[in-house]
Nanobody, 123 residues
């Protein structure tokens, strides 16, 4: 079993930056990659970014390329999402998730999810 806990959300001004954190506990040996998804009101869950657990390979949604950065610290069992140049459309609940197999951008590939942290961008 794997447990995840997100933190770092809040109210952010458009154009500003925010850093989200996710701590992972439990059985982590089977994790191949970790990802961030988000869901805005009235919209489907959307892939944001993913990173391999063991190598510096990352994937990003086109909507956040050049603005967001995903990173991880295996010693701390943590994954981070640095969000820069935030836009109103970045508003949503951000979820951290882990997967052992599958497609990085496909939410159905992920087996374990956190409860999410709310990010609200205003201007």
């Amino acid at each position: 079993q794997v447990q995840l806990l997100e933190s770092g959300g809040g109210l952010v001004q458009a154009g500003g930056s925010q850093r989200l954190s996710c701590t992972v506990s439990g059985r982590t040996s089977d994790i191949s990659f970790m990802g961030w998804f988000r869901q805005a009101p009235g919209k489907e869950r959307e892939f944001v970014a993913a990173i391999s657990r063991n190598i510096d390979t990352t994937e990003y949604a086109d909507s956040v390329k050049g603005r967001f950065g995903i990173s991880r610290d295996n010693a701390r069992n943590a994954v981070y999402l640095q969000m820069n140049s935030l836009k109103l459309e970045d508003t949503g609940v951000y979820y951290c998730a882990t997967a052992s197999v599958g497609t990085w951008a496909d939410w159905t590939s992920y087996d374990n999810w956190g409860q999410g942290t709310q990010v609200t961008v205003s201007s």
